[in-house]
């Protein structure tokens, strides 16, 4: 197919010339660079407010849950186990669409659409998982998916079809590996998803082409696209796990690189190196991208910024797909999608200290390091543009003296720069010796423990430098649902003469307590509660002498904050490190 040349012409003082508003000034661009038709015409406003729009939705989906409700009631076994599933699927789903394309439709009527298309999606994907493989359900989900998204006129609504048919085409990547090696890992989904990620890549690319020639089918991708990148950047997100600080409140640890989500064998170690190499060469990938768009980031400060980014693109192998579509974004000035690529990539660098797969030191060094080379080349580049600024001859020409300006004006900043970073780095240190005093004060002043392990598989209890722990707890259990936002459970105890807890309940904070009782706030681990941790680390070669632990040594403080310091045998003797 041939490609039609678009002429680069620097239009931005003429727009600023140009009448109107800015869409009239962007509709004129559009039409002198041939993209639109010279008789094109801003569409009028529907003059619908977004909370008329959210409200009306709300109505519609209030007014068809109880219709379905009772359609399945008298449907019945039919719906459930018979065609009847496909049948009433496809007719909800076409006739959802059609309402949707329907020109001069109600408001009301057109929400109530979106009840029904979700309905009649759910349906087929249903009958289709329940009677056939997985492989043959996801492809013919992901192909109706697209035909939707074609279908539908709304941008929306083709942005959340976009993110739902990016799922889907990573469920069949991953169905397809199953089906043809008849095993499948953790490690696989990571495949599945940055295949999906260049999958969006090659619909940019598809765009581009189609900008000139077929107009429509490049607007047309525009919400498909941004749809599917997200959906995308939010798997790899959820594959590396939960991020720092977060984990405390919402619980979970390491995500694709936890020791215990990886098959033994040859064949897990070898994915894994594929991985940390596939995420490096898309660090470099997303390198390239950038310094292509921005010619200014030809520059040694730029490389060594590159291959400190390809390092933590080793250790954390799902970030080379956020900064390679954080550098996509960012040269097309997609600026929302680059938000959501650029918090992406920040959560996986705090998830990175949850990663069990790294010992804890090489991950403070690998953080150290990188952290302190980012600062260095912070320093050498504002001393790099205040000594251009100072530099400049007088006699510059005006688009030099311009340069000159913008880079003086960076240079202007070291103080200020300076500044924040002192104030930046005082409130790290106060918040980390606050922490610290914290914990002294509950070693100090708090009351000795101790709690006895659980029995654990013991093919589970060592784990490279670092023993699972599994203390023994009330055997009843409090639900996530049962709590409020942010609330923790306490399990409840009392101690015998030799310090060592006898359970009796788990409670909730505001509970009383009985003459002779404690309390423990437990902390969410894995979708459970445990007691504080349920790791402890200890240097290499020292698995045997950790072998003997039986109980865990704790510091509670009254209102049942408690810090493990350290593991003891059965007789109660402290395990020296």
Known sequence: ??????????NTQANNDLPGSPLEKMLHSAQALGLLPANAQPTADPGRPWPVVLLTLLGAWLAALPVL???????????????????????????????????????????????????????????????????????????????????????????????????????????????????????????????????????????????????RLAVALEPLACGWVVAVLCGLAQLSGMTFM????????????????????????????VNQVGSVALVLAAGWVAQRAWPALRQPQAAALLLVLAVLGFFMPTLGAALLALAITGTTQRWRQAAVAALAAAWMVGSFYYQLAWPL???????????????????????????????????????????????????????????????GLACTLLVANVGIAQKEHTIAQGRKVFVPLAPVDPRSLMQGDYMRLNFQLPAERITYEEL???????????????????????D?????????????????????????????????????????????????EPDGKALLVGLADAQLRGIAP
């Open 1 to 10: 197919m041939s490609q039609t040349a678009i002429p680069h012409t620097d």
């Open 69 to 215: 409700a009772i359609f399945a009631l008298f449907a019945g076994r039919w719906l459930l186990d018979g065609a009847g599933t496909y049948v009433v699927g496809a007719l909800a789903l076409a006739g959802a669409v059609a309402l949707l394309r329907a020109q001069g439709l109600a408001l009301f009527l057109e929400q109530i659409a979106i009840p029904a298309l979700f309905t009649g999606g759910w349906l087929l994907g249903f009958a289709l998982v329940r009677d056939g493989p997985h492989l043959l359900a996801a492809a013919t989900l992901l192909l109706i998916t697209l035909a939707v998204a074609a279908a539908v006129p709304q941008h929306w609504l083709r942005t959340l079809l976009g993110g739902a048919a990016a799922g889907l085409w990573a469920w069949t990547v991953g169905a397809t590996w199953h089906h043809l090696h008849r095993s499948i890992d953790v490690t696989i989904l990571w495949g599945a998803l940055h295949v999906a990620l260049l999958t969006w890549v090659g619909l940019l690319a598809l765009q581009h082409q189609a900008l000139g020639q077929h107009n």
């Open 246 to 273: 977060l984990a405390g409140v919402l619980g979970g640890s390491g995500g694709l690189w936890e020791p215990a989500n990886h098959t033994t064998g040859s064949g897990a170690s070898s994915l894994v190196s």
């Open 361 to 423: 030191a090489t991950k403070a060094m690998v953080l150290a390091g990188c952290g302190a080379v980012l600062g260095l080349l912070a320093w050498t580049a504002l001393r790099a543009a205040q000594h251009t600024a100072t530099a400049q001859p007088a006699h510059s020409t005006a688009p030099a003296a311009q340069a000159a300006g913008a880079i003086g004006a960076i240079g202007a900043t070291p103080r200020i720069a300076i500044w924040a970073l002192v104030l």
């Open 484 to 506: 409020a936002w942010g609330q923790r459970p306490h399990a409840v105890g009392t101690l015998d003469e030799r310090g060592v807890v006898q359970w009796l309940r788990i």
């Open 508 to 556: 909730l904070a505001e509970a009383p307590l009985q003459a002779g009782e404690m309390r423990f706030a437990l902390t969410p681990r894995d979708g459970q509660w445990t007691l504080v941790t349920d790791a402890w680390y200890f240097r290499e070669g020292d698995a045997a002498r950790w072998e003997t632990a039986k109980f865990g040594e704790f510091r509670v």
